[in-house]
């Protein structure tokens, strides 16, 4: 049972450049949250999406958008990107029927972001 | 605004040496909250939710509890696999988690 996948792994970008950021969910997940984990802090709700609209959005910016396709396969994008932007980058997937009462959101592991 | 702060930051113990990390957090609502696990360069591994006040939940070495205003993670006789950055997260209102800065917790053999 595959869990959750992300793509890519480590990426460089330099200022002002375009990420995206793919997420495939664990089967049988439907929910994709992405989250922002700086060196040394908790990760950050950017925004879920379920049913491909995003339904709740953490206090990011709009350079940050993201999608979700038909098979729940998520992507997040970041335009314009600064220094800060360099992160972990998390997604997240959970049964909308279970997971988002229980906590048991399952992560992928990360795609690491740096940003020149 | 919904808060989560985790303290000691880093707490190195010796094998067999119990200890706990505590998870203060102010929220309006509390839905749930929840562990996680993380060890370096993954993404973080869920291991308990608590729901109300007084309840407890334990998994092998860690126990789990809840007051109205913090949670504590008892880690009983570790071993070094216990090693690992532990994060607290609440959920309030919203589906969001919000998470705490974590504890990197080191066991030494």
């Known amino acids: 049972d595959a869990g959750v996948t992300q793509s890519p792994t480590h990426l460089i970008k330099t200022r002002g450049q375009q990420v995206t950021l793919r997420c495939s969910p664990k089967?049988?997940?439907?929910?994709v949250s992405w989250y922002q984990q700086a060196l040394g802090q908790g990760p950050q709700f950017i925004f879920q999406?379920?049913?491909?609209?995003?339904?709740q959005r953490g206090n990011f910016p709009d350079r940050f958008s993201g999608h979700q396709f038909p098979n729940y396969s998520s992507e997040l994008n970041v335009n314009a990107l600064l220094l800060g932007d360099s992160a972990l980058y998390l997604c997240?997937?959970?049964?909308?029927?279970?997971?988002?009462?229980?906590?048991?959101?399952?992560f992928g592991e990360g795609s690491r972001l740096t940003v020149l | 605004e919904d808060q989560v702060t985790q303290s000691p930051e880093a707490l190195r113990l010796q094998e067999g040496e119990s200890s706990s990390l505590n998870c203060s957090y102010t929220v309006s609502g509390l839905r749930g909250l929840f562990w996680y696990r993380q060890d370096p360069g993954k993404g973080p591994e869920f291991l308990f939710t608590l729901y109300s006040a007084g309840e407890e939940k334990e998994k092998e070495r860690l126990k789990a509890t809840l007051t109205k205003k913090e949670s504590f993670l008892h880690i009983t006789a570790p071993k070094p696999e216990d090693s690992a950055t532990y994060l607290c997260a609440v959920q309030a209102g919203g589906q969001n988690f919000v998470f705490g800065p974590g504890t990197r917790l080191s066991v030494l053999p």
């Open positions: 997240a997937s959970s049964d909308a029927a279970q997971g988002l009462n229980t906590g048991e959101l399952f």
């Open positions: 999406y379920y049913e491909e609209e995003e339904r």
């Open positions: 089967s049988g997940h439907d929910t």
